[in-house]
């Protein structure tokens, strides 16, 4: 506007020179007016992708990827998308340099490809970048008849992802589209010759007992069947006990819940009047779906491992999801394995989707919990337990971030002849902290936390000496 109002105040007959002098500046002012505009969108644009600056370097069916985050946020998501597939995976460093390589194993067509990392701390986005992805030397089109009536589709869980079979006799080639809470992919899958497709499909990224949603489609994209399965999962094996700081201490590690809860009305206790079938369900997470039976599971095989580390002997109440005991049938498992102390590992929920840490939760007025120690004894074993914990995972020893509190609302505190804690290891219901309660590095802190707990519980109780 500013432009405009200057030519327009001349109002003398002008030279032609002097009209293509001012023609000239009028194209310089507005070419400026441009240059400014269009470095302001650039601006604009960089300020969005946020402070992280992330080079990616592409090959085929790989990427990868270097970026520092600063150590305020030492876990990030990582999220990728190719035209074929997407996922996410978290990342850890403990010093906010990051960089490693993400398989792009469906993607050999490549194309455009993008990543955006968003703070497991904050849940928010920190950066975003884009490449293009090669297309892979190997990689063939599909061409052919693809389309045909779909039958006997079968869908069976595997450890690494699921196997899928289906009939659709006379065509070259089908489309299998699956998805996860972590991953989604459409593949081109192929026959045999009597149209018969049978495959094993692969994802690391998928956390186990997470579903599958399944469908095969043709090649424009028209889905012929749907169907659903889970990931399965297989106990890692037990290492071998060592000797160390914990030979002589028997723990029993009781994983709560499991895959498909049941309520059983079972006596409160010894010593105390009524029974209980339980009030609340199983916790599940908002962003990744998993079930508080499979977290806990897993943490209860990490701990484990540890325990052996150290020398502990070590009772498992389940080593699958399946498995179902009552809270009383779990106390009795660790009575007849001669557990000195056991751990019941849950996750916590609530409606207030901020409120985050770590809780230990012990029996009061049961005769057994009598018989083993006074409720101040119990109350200072159990702050060691969440102090440990506590430490190992970076809290603040605040009950900000969680309490020691002694009650009778658990039956399987309450039938425990030995020390018995149950422990909420963090809140599903709380995304940032959903998000580390599902990742390998953070459920070993927690078992490295929980097996330090138990170290600094033998001493004081004389069950091993200080080392």
């Known amino acids: ?108 067509a490549g194309g455009k490809t993008s990543v955006a990392l968003t703070s497991a701390r904050t849940t928010g986005s920190i950066g975003k970048a884009s490449t293009t992805l090669p297309k892979a030397a190997d990689y063939q089109k599909p061409t052919g008849k693809s389309n045909a009536k779909v039958t006997d589709f079968v869908l069976t869980e595997t450890p690494e992802g699921f196997h899928y079979a289906f009939n659709a006799a006379g065509t070259d080639y089908m489309l ?7 991953q989604t992919v459409t593949q081109p899958v192929y026959p045999d ?17 997470t579903q599958f949603t399944v469908q095969v489609k043709n090649g424009s994209g028209s889905m012929k069947k749907e169907a659903t399965v889970r990931k399965g999962y297989q106990a890692p094996e037990a290492p071998q006990r060592q000797e160390g700081r914990l030979s002589g201490v028997t723990v029993c590690i009781d994983a709560g819940h499991q895959e498909n809860g049941r309520f059983v009305n079972e006596p409160i206790g010894p010593g105390l009047t009524g029974s209980t079938s339980g009030k609340g369900g199983m916790a599940q997470g908002t962003k990744t779906n998993r079930r508080e039976s499979i977290v806990c599971l897993e943490i209860g095989m990490l701990l484990r491992d540890e325990l052996l580390r150290q020398g502990a002997n070590v009772v498992m109440t389940r080593e699958d999801q399946m498995t179902f005991h009552t809270n009383i049938e779990r106390c009795e498992i660790a009575e007849a394995g001669g557990a000195q102390i056991m751990l019941r590992l849950h996750c916590n929920n609530s409606s207030n989707r901020s409120k985050r840490g770590i809780q230990v939760y012990g029996p009061l007025n049961s005769d057994y919990a009598k018989a083993v120690a006074d409720a101040d004894t119990y109350r200072e074993m159990g702050q060691k337990l969440l102090d440990a914990m506590k430490t190992r995972v970076g809290m603040t020893l605040a009950n900000s971030t969680g309490m020691v509190r002694l009650n009778d609302n658990y039956v399987g505190n309450n039938w425990a002849k030995m020390m018995c804690f149950l422990v909420e290891m963090g809140y599903l219901s709380n995304p940032a902290e959903e998000y580390l309660l599902v990742t390998p590095v953070y459920q070993q802190w927690l078992a490295e936390g929980m097996a330090d707990g138990v170290y600094e519980i033998a001493v004081a109780r004389g069950w091993v000496q200080a080392q």
């Open 176 to 182: 299998l589209y699956w998805r996860s809470k972590e």
């Open 1 to 108: 506007e500013k432009v405009a109002d200057t030519v327009g105040s001349h109002s003398e007959a002008d030279s032609p020179l002097e009209k293509g002098t001012r023609r000239g500046k009028k194209m310089k002012r507005l070419l400026s007016l441009l240059l400014c505009a269009v470095l302001a969108l650039f601006c604009a644009t960089t300020a969005q992708a946020a402070g992280v600056s992330i080079t990616l370097t592409a090959s085929e069916y790989a990427l990868h990827y270097a970026f520092d985050a600063g150590a305020q946020d030492p876990f990030v998501i990582l999220e990728y998308a190719t035209p074929a597939e997407k996922g996410w995976m978290m990342l850890y460093s403990a010093d906010g340099h990051f960089e490693g390589d993400v398989s792009i194993a469906y993607s050999g």
């Open 193 to 209: 010759e009597n149209g018969h497709y049978e495959g094993d499909v692969v994802s690391e990224l998928t956390f186990a007992r």
